[in-house]
């Protein structure tokens, strides 16, 4: 069984920052990705930043340049620096692991139960 512990989200003014974190734990053999997605207010889950465990990023166009996401392998855990945020941004934030749990290679994903940001305005 694997465990994802987020953290982080909040209320903030607009051009504030926030910092969220994801921390995995359990039966992990190695991590393939980690990432998050946001789903905001009645809309679709979207990709917000996924980064590999070679670290290669992916950004949303809306995000980039504002928005920084880095990981620590030793500890299974993921970060994402939002700064400049808009009320846009307002949204529940989800980490997402994509791991490896034993060396059969099998790969399997997991969410987080999701984190609140909200941009005042």
């Known amino acids: 069984q694997v465990q994802l512990v987020e953290s982080g989200g909040g209320l903030v003014q607009a051009g504030g920052s926030l910092r969220l974190s994801c921390a995995a734990s359990?039966?992990?053999?190695?991590?393939?990705?980690m990432g998050w997605y946001r789903q905001l207010p009645g809309k679709q889950r979207e990709l917000v930043a996924t980064?590999?465990?070679?670290?290669?990023?992916n950004y949303a166009d809306s995000v980039k340049g504002r928005f920084t996401i880095s990981r620590d392998n030793a500890k299974n855990t993921v970060s994402l620096q939002m700064n400049g945020l808009k009320a846009e941004d307002t949204a529940v934030y989800y980490c997402?692991?994509?791991?490896?749990?034993?060396?059969?290679?099998?790969?399997?994903?997991?969410w987080g139960q999701g984190t609140q940001v909200t941009v005042s305005s």
């Open positions: 997402n692991v994509k791991l490896y749990i034993s060396s059969s290679w099998n790969l399997y994903e997991y």
């Open positions: 980064i590999t465990s070679g670290g290669s990023t």
């Open positions: 359990g039966r992990i053999f190695s991590i393939s990705a």
